[in-house]
């Protein structure tokens, strides 16, 4: 008899496939339950062993013995005639196919009930450690001051809870570390119903000041609460009833509290100043008037600003050695003059009132970073002086390491000289305070544009008018992003949607130009010209760069440079522009308006 039949009839080749189809089953199962209950890996690992291990001795067992009708025994012990294997093989046969029918059976289970499921989880686990993995870590020492609330049941009073609510960031951002968010971010919350968590979230911040002030006569009542935005809880809360004439030792006394609640000190970093816009005699008058000043000025129309400058002049007035209302006064006369006003005249007058402000300042507060932004900002917009502009900017940075503004501001003035990486790397940071100030991002935007980067210029204006889609110049802004993409579909839709007439017009003549349409190309840059060319003059050369009409492109570009258009600017990090960068015409304007010949931008192909 051959070993072969010999493994037939005793029924060990049976009892193989027996055993692993029920070992493939019983794997499968241990598989899916184990982890339902929490159980530790080596279990199913040793599981899987046991039964390859007792693979062996089950076929040896099934070689040795026999079952019969009394029970095992040797199957040398069995006589042929009364040997009952046959009948175990049918039976075996029969468990084979029923193991068989529940492991098919469990395949189709799981995969088409079980595997979507655990598919799901793992890509929702997936999800989540990606986004965990993406979110930004929040530092522990970052705090928002939210606008105290305007408790005194009078409106007019609104100035005054919001000046508080400034000074007592101004206060924090000295101190070393302590990440601070800047107002126009922290304002956006007014009245916000969303959580603590939710604003520290849209914010980047580990926690939130927010209170309540009344002012009524010579009494201030003040309740200002510091919160832990992951939980909502109460760090530290207090409840001041003062004499109005206390107000300056009260914010005092509020700064401190916080910073020693969040293990903060003052800054130590090397030619920091510790800066304050209180009036140095201390006269509350005069405060109260710089606070009307600020409010006015945020209005930013023509006669808000007008209302601005009256506010601070009564400042200055009252304590004509208040140094941070000198240096309001520059910004407000520069904005005045290079936004709102069209007659010659008095743009010049304005111009001088700037600059008078602005040297008023400097020399009463010579380490004031506010005076020295306001000298550097009426240099960069009043004179086009962008190498002072720069030196102010500079030394107002080192005064204030923590001020966003002057973050921004240096990266601008650094922007128009060509150093687009810096500019990027400089308002990043500025963002980091200000994370919900549109119009930064809206330069950001240009900035990126100019070194190539569109998908992240794209996101970066997307921000921009998701913070702000009736804001100005952000449609104008994605029209030019449009156009280097090649997409004059996507570029005229983008122009027809910009809120300001004056930019629409110039978004829809830059548009065109690269349309196919020739005649509606002309026609836009034709009522361009006709309606715009006293105060577009930079836009125009533009078209005409994407025109590939260098000669008229210089013309128009020699025309904003008499008008002091402020589109100048924009010259070396103005992909359309830089078209013509090699155009040795190009080195003798950069010449002229005393910006280098250098740049970081890429010129448009």
């Known amino acids: 008899m051959s070993f072969l039949v010999e493994l037939r009839r005793r029924n060990v080749i049976r009892m193989a496939g027996l055993y692993l189809v029920a070992a493939w089953l019983v794997t499968q199962v241990a598989g899916t339950l184990l982890p339902m209950f929490d159980a530790p890996a080596w279990i199913a690992r040793a599981v899987v062993i046991a039964l390859a291990i007792g693979f062996l001795p089950a076929l040896v067992f099934a070689w040795v013995f026999e079952l019969t009708p009394e029970g095992l025994k040797r199957d040398a012990d069995v006589p042929a005639a009364e040997s009952i294997a046959p009948r175990t093989a049918r039976r075996m046969d029969r468990a084979i196919i029923v193991v068989l029918l529940l492991a098919l059976g469990y395949f189709a289970f799981d995969k088409f009930v079980l595997a979507p499921r655990r598919d799901a989880v793992l890509v929702a686990q997936a999800g989540q450690a990606q986004a965990k993995a993406a979110a930004p870590v929040v530092d522990s020492r970052s705090i928002a001051v939210l606008p105290l609330a305007n408790d005194s049941g009078d409106a007019s009073q609104q100035y005054f809870s919001d000046g508080l609510s400034q000074d007592l960031i101004t206060a924090l951002t000295q101190f070393e570390g302590l990440k601070v968010i800047s107002r126009d971010s922290a304002f956006q919350f007014r009245g916000s119903k969303d959580s603590p968590a939710v604003i520290a979230a849209k914010l980047g911040v580990a926690h939130l000041l927010e209170g309540a002030v009344q002012h009524q006569g010579d009494e201030v009542r003040i309740s ?14 207090q409840h001041y009833d003062k004499p109005y004439k206390d107000l300056f030792a009260l914010q005092d006394a509020i700064t401190q509290a916080v910073a020693t609640a969040l293990k903060a000190r003052l800054l130590v970093a090397s030619g920091a100043v510790v800066q304050s816009e209180r009036p140095p005699s201390g006269n509350l008058d005069a405060y109260t008037a710089y ?32 140094a941070a209302a000198h240096g309001r006064l520059a910004f407000a006369w520069t904005s005045l003059a ?13 111009k001088v009132e700037a600059h008078k402000s602005a040297d008023a ?34 030394r107002a940075l ?14 601008n003035i650094l922007a128009i000289r060509g150093q687009l990486k810096r500019a990027t790397e400089l308002t990043r940071q500025a963002l980091a305070t200000d994370p919900r100030n549109a119009s930064w991002y809206k330069w950001l935007s240009a900035y990126l544009a100019a070194l190539g980067r569109m998908d992240d210029a794209g996101k970066a204006i997307g921000t921009a008018i998701a913070l702000r889609p009736d804001g100005t110049f952000n449609y104008e ?51 361009l010209i006709a309606g715009h060319a006293g105060d577009s003059a930079y836009q125009i050369a533009e078209a005409y760069a994407l025109r590939r009409d260098p000669e008229a492109m210089f013309q128009w570009l ?22 013509y960068r090699d155009d040795p015409r190009f080195a003798a304007f950069c010449r002229k308006v005393g910006l280098p010949g250098t740049t970081d931008a890429k010129m448009m192909p």
């Open 224 to 237: 200002v609460t510091l919160v832990n935005a992951s939980d909502g809880s109460t760090l530290w809360s």
């Open 477 to 527: 802004h994605l029209a030019t992003i449009e156009i280097l993409r090649n997409d004059a579909k996507a570029a005229l839709a983008a122009a027809l949607q910009e809120p300001s007439s004056g930019w629409r017009y110039a978004a829809l003549a830059l548009a065109m130009q690269i349309s196919p349409d020739r005649e509606a190309a002309d026609a836009a840059l034709g009522k």
């Open 398 to 411: 080192q005064l204030a390491p923590n001020d966003a503004n002057a973050l921004f501001r240096l990266g």
């Open 291 to 322: 606070q009307h000043g600020i409010a006015f000025d945020a209005i930013a129309t023509e006669t808000s600003e007008y209302r601005a400058i009256d506010a601070f002049g009564e400042a200055v007035r009252i304590d004509p050695e208040y």
């Open 338 to 350: 290079s936004s709102f006003l069209v007659d010659a005249a008095k743009i010049a007058q304005a």
């Open 558 to 579: 020699d025309r904003a440079r008499a008008n002091r258009d402020p589109g100048v600017g924009f010259l070396l990090f103005d992909p359309f522009i830089l078209r």
């Open 361 to 394: 300042a400097l020399k009463l507060s010579p380490d004031s970073a506010l005076a020295h932004m306001a000298r550097g900002f009426v240099l960069q917009n009043a004179d086009l002086d962008w190498a002072g502009a720069e030196t102010e900017y500079q």
